[in-house]
T-cell receptor, first 112, second 114 residues
Framework: GENVEQHPSTLSVQEGDSAVIKCTYS??????FPWYKQELGKGPQLIID?????GEKKDQRIAVTLNKTAKHFSLHITETQPEDSAVYFC???????????FGTGTSLTVIP | DAGITQSPRHKVTETGTPVTLRCHQT?????MYWYRQDPGHGLRLIHY???????DKGEVSDGYSVSRSKTEDFLLTLESATSSQTSVYFC?????????????FGQGTRLTVV
């Protein structure tokens, strides 16, 4: 099955700086890569996703890049704010499976 | 928020007792999932369902069973609770089980086994 690895496990940045979280996957059939944000005491919520037919997607301060050849994808948050502090999960799925394969999460702290 | 309700939200139970957690959806999505979340392990899949009475095991299914008798309800049962099953449990739903579509998560159930 698919194996998704996520790094780093913890990340601290100063407010206004950028944050980058990286994930790798093993199954070349994976073609949909969602990113989730989990705030304390809540369930994960989708913040951005990317499909394998594009290399980059941007939504305001958040962007995701995908390198299919290297099998890795990254989340980029620019101009970080304290409310960006949360746990972020990457995931991968394919058209042939029924499951979401999640990374182990990154705890992001934005220091005011 | 997607129409997902988990109950109870918090539960404390004793070792050896059976426990059932409920996930109810109003979205009519085909796929439903149960995950557990523990520090350092992220979200681990316990069981999932791809239709009424159709279920399959995830990576950490030992000690758990599930049932889905209606599209809207997916029950997770801990047959004989152990302290290692103390965790936060999340239900998720998806219209297509991935395949280019996202999963929507419930608010979680915090279970403590003493």
């Amino acid at each position: 099955g698919e194996n998704v690895e996520q790094h780093p496990s913890t990340l601290s940045v100063q407010e206004g700086d950028s944050a980058v979280i990286k994930c790798t996957y093993s199954d070349s059939a994976s073609n949909y890569f969602p990113w989730y944000k989990q705030e304390l005491g809540k369930g994960p919520q989708l913040i951005i996703d990317i499909r394998s037919n594009v290399g980059e997607k941007k939504d305001q301060r958040i962007a995701v890049t995908l390198n299919k050849t290297a099998k890795h994808f990254s989340l980029h948050i620019t101009e970080t704010q304290p409310e960006d502090s949360a746990v972020y999960f990457c995931a991968a799925t394919s058209n042939t499976g029924n499951q979401f394969y999640f990374g182990t999460g990154t705890s992001l702290t934005v220091i005011p | 928020d997607a129409g997902i309700t988990q109950s109870p939200r918090h539960k404390v139970t004793e070792t050896g007792t059976p426990v059932t957690l409920r996930c109810h959806q109003t979205e009519n999505h085909r796929y439903m999932y149960w995950y557990r979340q523990d520090p350092g392990h992220g979200l681990r899949l316990i069981h999932y369902s791809y239709g009424v009475k159709d279920t399959d095991k995830g990576e950490v299914s030992d000690g758990y069973s599930v049932s889905r008798s209606k599209t809207e309800d997916f029950l997770l049962t801990l047959e004989s609770a152990t302290s290692s099953q103390t965790s936060v449990y999340f239900c998720a739903i998806s219209p297509m089980g991935g395949k280019g579509t996202e999963a929507f998560f419930g608010q979680g159930t915090r279970l403590t086994v003493v």
